[in-house]
């Protein structure tokens, strides 16, 4: 018997399969695409490696993000979920004309794209993170704190009297 995952993964399936999470794409395509984005976990750049020890561990006015992350057909460098902020680090090899229909579809989808270089990233890393930053503080929260699915160590979770922990 199939796991739920391997279900999902068949090659055979219908279109638009994906656990509710399929955007309208393939089994098949979901998973390339995912694919995709561990093979770029694995091997950041180095100004994408900088920005993510800049940004993890909820280090910066304690927002947390994900890098790497995929949201529908596409990859984004880094994702603050609770902000619906996209944080792209662009380099030379990025294309504008291709980025500006990208950054429309995920505006459609309900993010905010924030792009910064790779060359401001190396030159002044306390800048980005200060616009970052202010990013942050301009967007509205997707939803209510805690979390909806708290990380597995209970950050987030809230007790019954005051908001404090149980």
Known sequence: MLSARDMDRRTNSPPLQGRGKGWGLSAARNADIAGFARGMRREPTEPEKRLWRA???SQVGGYKFRRQ???GPF???FLCPQKALVVEV???THDVDTDRG???ALRRMGFIVLHVTN???MRNLQGVVTSVL???HEAPD???RPHPNPSPEGEGLQGPIGGQRA
């Open 102 to 104: 990208r950054d429309a």
């Open 75 to 77: 990859i984004a460098d």
């Open 90 to 92: 662009d380099g030379e």
């Open 119 to 121: 060359a401001d990233v």
């Open 142 to 144: 997707r939803w209510a």
């Open 134 to 136: 202010s990013a942050l």
């Open 69 to 71: 992350a995929v949201i």
């Open 55 to 57: 940004l993890s561990r």
